[in-house]
C-alpha cells in the first residue's frame, strides 16, 4: 500500500511567521503534489514536483514556495503566513501519469 | 479551461436505497477521470480510474462507469459506511495535473 504521510494533523501559527509544511511519500513515485482545500473552493493545487528539484506552479501559488531535496519529501513553505492561508493543505504523490494517493491533510490555522 | 461539476452537491438516502452520482467534464484530450472518496477531517482515498468511454470499475457497493462527456458513480444498497463525500478528477493528455469538481456529500441513514 502506498503511504503519504505529513508532519502535522493541525497547526497553529501567527500571522508574519515561516511555516514549513512536510510530507513524505514511501513508494518511490516522481510526481508530487500539494494542494489547499476550503469549502465551496474544492481543492486546489498550488505547487508540484516532477522530480527532484524540479517544480511547477499549480493554479494558486502566490505565497507559498516549495522545496524537494530528496525523491521520498516534499515541503510547502509559507513564507510569510497570513489569515487567508487558513486551509487544509494536503500532499499528493504519483507514479508518473497515473492516480494520486494523498496523505491525511493538515489543517493550518493563521491567528 | 477544463471543467469538471459534480451534482447533486449533497445527496441524502436510507439504507439500502440505491442511486448514482454524477460527474460531467469538458476538457481537451481526456487521459483518465478519477473518482475519490473523502472522509470528515482525512485525505481522499483512492476508488477508481477510467481511461476510455464505456468502461467500467466495481469495488464492493460501487460501480463507475464513463461516457464521452460524464462518470456516474452507482451506489447499489448503501450502508451507514458508505457515508462521505465523493470527488471526480481529470486528467488532460498534456498534463501530470488533476482537476477536481466541489464532490458530491453522500448521507446514508440506518
Known amino acids: 500500500d502506498v503511504k503519504v504521510t505529513q508532519s502535522s494533523r493541525y497547526l497553529v501559527k501567527r500571522t508574519g511567521e515561516k511555516v514549513f509544511l512536510e510530507c513524505v511519500q514511501d513508494?518511490?513515485?516522481?510526481?508530487m503534489f500539494w494542494y489547499r482545500q476550503d469549502p465551496g473552493l474544492g481543492l486546489r493545487l498550488i505547487y508540484f514536483?516532477?522530480?527532484?528539484?524540479?517544480?511547477e506552479k499549480g493554479d494558486i501559488p502566490e505565497g507559498y514556495s516549495v522545496s524537494r531535496e530528496k525523491k521520498e519529501r516534499f515541503s510547502l513553505i509559507l513564507e510569510s503566513a497570513s489569515t487567508n492561508q487558513t486551509s487544509m493543505y494536503l500532499c499528493?504523490?504519483?507514479?508518473?501519469?497515473?492516480?494520486?494517493?494523498f496523505g491525511p491533510g493538515t489543517r493550518l490555522t493563521v491567528t | 479551461e477544463d471543467q469538471v461539476t459534480q451534482s447533486p452537491e449533497a445527496l441524502r438516502l436510507q439504507e439500502g436505497e440505491s442511486s448514482s452520482l454524477n460527474c460531467s467534464y469538458t476538457?481537451?484530450?481526456?487521459?483518465?477521470l478519477f473518482w475519490y472518496r473523502q472522509d470528515p477531517g482525512k485525505g481522499p482515498e483512492f476508488l477508481f480510474t477510467?481511461?476510455?468511454a464505456g468502461e467500467e470499475k466495481e469495488k464492493e457497493r460501487l460501480k463507475a462507469t464513463l461516457t464521452k462527456k460524464e462518470s456516474f458513480l452507482h451506489i447499489t444498497a448503501p450502508k451507514p459506511e458508505d457515508s462521505a463525500t465523493y470527488l471526480c478528477?481529470?486528467?488532460?493528455?498534456?498534463?501530470?495535473?488533476?482537476?477536481f469538481g466541489a464532490g458530491t456529500t453522500v448521507t446514508v441513514r440506518a
Open positions: 499528493a504523490s504519483s507514479l508518473l501519469i497515473y492516480e494520486q494517493y
Open positions: 513508494m518511490d513515485h516522481e510526481n
Open positions: 514536483s516532477y522530480d527532484v528539484k524540479m517544480k
Open positions: 476538457v481537451s484530450g481526456l487521459r483518465g
Open positions: 477510467l481511461y476510455s
Open positions: 478528477a481529470v486528467q488532460t493528455s498534456n498534463d501530470y495535473k488533476l482537476s
